[in-house]
């Protein structure tokens, strides 16, 4: 599926050493095990190549497009409409992340006050 999204062969230059479904699988990896690019197991490309794709897609914004596109076939295979049709903003999620906030502050300035022995050398 995302194939016609990966960048093409260049027509100068070295010819690829690695296919472009081996990259994707590594950035694939990266995203879900959360790991850092030098942990990259050894089955997949070196992690400057995996890098250098990531980067390139990324910066092109087709990580996006190729995002979008997962997403509305997913939703497809779903039964659902390609796009959603409604959005929902939780209003409780908003009231707890301004009190958060606050109470963050508080919580600071609380415990410097209530320090033992303040005025002790």
């Not at 990266?30 to 990324?58: E, N, S």
Request: positive net charge; contains cysteine.
């Amino acid at each position: 599926m995302i194939e016609p999204f990966m960048p093409s062969p260049s027509k100068v230059g070295r010819p690829r050493k690695w296919p472009m479904r081996e990259v994707w699988e590594a950035i694939q990896y990266i995203a879900t095990a959360g790991c850092q690019w030098v942990m990259l197991p050894k089955d997949f490309p070196p992690f400057t190549t995996v890098q250098h794709y990531f980067y390139r897609l990324r910066d092109s914004g087709m990580l996006d497009i190729i995002n979008e596109t997962l997403v509305m076939s997913a939703r497809l295979v779903a039964g659902r409409a390609a796009e959603p049709t409604a959005g929902v903003i939780d209003s409780q999620s908003v009231k707890t992340t301004e009190a958060g906030g606050r109470a963050a502050s508080m919580r600071a300035r609380r415990s410097r006050a209530e320090a033992p022995y303040p005025h002790r050398h």
